[in-house]
């Protein structure tokens, strides 16, 4: 049956799904969980609640207040620098695990929140708000709605080859800011706080305050996934903020390795790409029955594709806990 496969479809998908625009924003969600727990050491387990706070900013920006798009770019990274604000000023003098326990608590808030009746009147709840991105498709380059536009077996509609190439765009800004922050005494310091805290007290710094502006920093690149995401979706609806997108990060994080530049780009495109191969390999199995369908059925496979990532996840950690680009000692929690 291995030969009755389409190859060339399962490979085009994959690579569509490594560096679609999906892709892009688990990889700038992941730069900002890196900067929290890679380099700072915080646990944060509710990044997509800064995902949800800078895709709703944009969108009740243009609906509710009638503003410009672009305006509602500075609205949701604003949004999600208030959030860190509200989260770490309680939670960062003490142990590590109430930042993880408050930042899982309030994500979910969150998407409760602005799905509620009472919120409606702003977020519209559960329907979610639309057409708050036309600004920026009016300034799509790629103008043939019929073509397809990439490299290679790479290519989208034009909509989705826009958001895509802004996507990575922003990802490469977004790597080259995290590489020389991490190079600056700002970068130093707060490594240096994740590793001892105490002895970087000592020496005069204010460890509470670098770790706070650490939760800022990784928590407006979630914020500017979020904006990507909805943008790419060109509508926001609360229950896309679900609580499993952040462990799905954490997943990329793992993936590529902490503490380095690139590998949270590399874990979220592998995270992808590696779904979507399963996807299509089962899909393909249970059409020419080489699975039989008492064993599976097509609508169990989008569940058994997150088993299978699960299932390595687990070898990874078993085999090399560090990540493909991590270090051993990045992984470290015993003085975090």
């Given at each position: 049956?291995?030969?009755?496969?389409?190859?060339?479809?399962?490979?085009?998908?994959?690579?569509?799904?490594?560096?679609?625009?999906?892709?892009?924003?688990?990889?700038?969600?992941?730069?900002?969980?890196?900067?929290?727990?890679?380099?700072?050491?915080?646990?944060?387990?509710?990044?997509?609640?800064?995902?949800?706070?800078?895709?709703?900013?944009?969108?009740?920006?243009?609906?509710?207040?009638?503003?410009?798009?672009?305006?509602?770019?500075?609205?949701?990274?604003?949004?999600?620098?208030?959030?860190?604000?509200?989260?770490?000023?309680?939670?960062?003098?003490?142990?590590?695990?109430?930042?993880?326990?408050?930042?899982?608590?309030?994500?979910?808030?969150?998407?409760?929140?602005?799905?509620?009746?009472?919120?409606?009147?702003?977020?519209?709840?559960?329907?979610?708000?639309?057409?708050?991105a036309d600004a920026?498709?009016?300034?799509?380059?790629?103008?043939?709605?019929?073509?397809?536009?990439?490299?290679?077996?790479?290519?989208?509609?034009?909509?989705?080859?826009?958001?895509?190439?802004?996507?990575?765009?922003?990802?490469?800004?977004?790597?080259?800011?995290?590489?020389?922050?991490?190079?600056?005494?700002?970068?130093?310091?707060?490594?240096?706080?994740?590793?001892?805290?105490?002895?970087?007290?000592?020496l005069g710094k204010?460890?509470?305050?670098?770790?706070?502006?650490?939760?800022?920093?990784?928590?407006?690149?979630?914020?500017?996934?979020?904006?990507?995401?909805?943008?790419?979706?060109?509508?926001?609806?609360?229950?896309?903020?679900?609580?499993?997108?952040?462990?799905?990060?954490?997943?990329?994080?793992?993936?590529?390795?902490?503490?380095?530049?690139?590998?949270?780009?590399?874990?979220?495109?592998?995270?992808?790409?590696?779904?979507?191969?399963?996807?299509?390999?089962?899909?393909?199995?249970?059409?020419?029955?080489?699975?039989?369908?008492?064993?599976?059925?097509?609508?169990?496979?989008?569940?058994?594709?997150?088993?299978?990532?699960?299932?390595?996840?687990?070898?990874?950690?078993?085999?090399?806990?560090?990540?493909?680009?991590?270090?051993r000692r990045e992984?470290?929690?015993?003085?975090?």
């Open positions: 049956m291995i030969f009755a496969f389409d190859w060339g479809t399962v490979i085009e998908q994959t690579l569509q799904a490594g560096f679609g625009s999906e892709a892009a924003v688990y990889a700038l969600a992941a730069i900002g969980l890196n900067i929290h727990f890679g380099y700072a050491g915080l646990l944060n387990f509710g990044q997509v609640g800064f995902m949800a706070v800078g895709g709703y900013g944009v969108g009740i920006t243009v609906h509710y207040f009638e503003g410009s798009f672009w305006a509602g770019l500075f609205v949701g990274i604003l949004f999600a620098v208030v959030l860190a604000l509200i989260l770490g000023l309680p939670t960062l003098r003490l142990r590590a695990d109430y930042l993880a326990i408050v930042t899982i608590a309030a994500a979910e808030i969150i998407r409760i929140l602005v799905r509620s009746v009472w919120a409606s009147p702003v977020t519209r709840g559960a329907q979610g708000i639309s057409g708050f920026f498709y009016d300034i799509n380059p790629f103008d043939d709605p019929r073509a397809r536009y990439g490299f290679g077996p790479v290519k989208f509609l034009a909509n989705d080859a826009w958001i895509t190439l802004i996507g990575w765009i922003v990802v490469a800004l977004s790597v080259l800011f995290v590489w020389q922050l991490m190079r600056s005494p700002w970068g130093r310091v707060v490594r240096a706080v994740r590793e001892d805290e105490d002895a970087a007290r000592a204010n460890a509470y305050w670098y770790k706070l502006q650490a939760l800022m920093i990784g928590g407006v690149f979630g914020g500017i996934a979020g904006i990507v995401q909805v943008v790419s979706k060109q509508t926001v609806q609360p229950d896309t903020f679900v609580p499993p997108i952040t462990f799905f990060v954490w997943t990329a994080l793992i993936l590529g390795g902490v503490g380095r530049v690139l590998s949270p780009v590399v874990g979220a495109m592998l995270f992808w790409a590696l779904l979507a191969l399963t996807d299509n390999v089962l899909r393909q199995l249970v059409r020419d029955d080489a699975i039989p369908e008492a064993l599976l059925e097509v609508a169990q496979i989008g569940q058994i594709r997150f088993m299978l990532a699960g299932l390595g996840l687990i070898l990874l950690m078993i085999f090399r806990p560090q990540g493909i680009f991590g270090s992984m470290l929690l015993d003085d975090r």
